[in-house]
């Protein structure tokens, strides 16, 4: 079982938040997409770490990422990008328990915000969605 302080110390150095914003799209147009996801991905011989951690977390889904390139390995992916368990499981850990590198802590604050946006559908205003790309541009 992992600890608390393991899975912050195991995001430090290999987890990302991120938020892609469709630039297509617009409200005018259609509907706004926005998607915030949280993921940790690790060379393919520590998949059992990854799988120990979405048991951690009780939620999101495994995913091989084949790569041929010279010099790189095969990965498996933990990500978490449903609305409802980013909100509920991911964003109160780590209010809870703090990152410890800055430009991590950094981005879990401004994914924190552009989600509570998009649960208060503010991403289906102009307005709303512009102040979501200025968040997400700032992010790493």
Known sequence: MLSAE???GLVDGEGSFSVH???EHSV???RAK?????FVKLIERDKRLLEELQAFFNSGTLYFQRDDRPNHQHCYRYEVYNR???AMTIVPFFETHPLRTISKQRDFLF????????RR?????ETGLAGIRVLQTQMH
């Open 84 to 86: 409802e368990e980013l």
């Open 121 to 125: 559908k503010e991403h289906f205003t």
């Open 21 to 23: 914003v469709a630039a």
């Open 111 to 118: 994914f924190r915000e552009i989600l509570a946006r998009v």
């Open 6 to 8: 393991y899975v912050v």
């Open 28 to 30: 005018a147009k259609r």
């Open 34 to 38: 926005v998607e915030p996801r949280f």
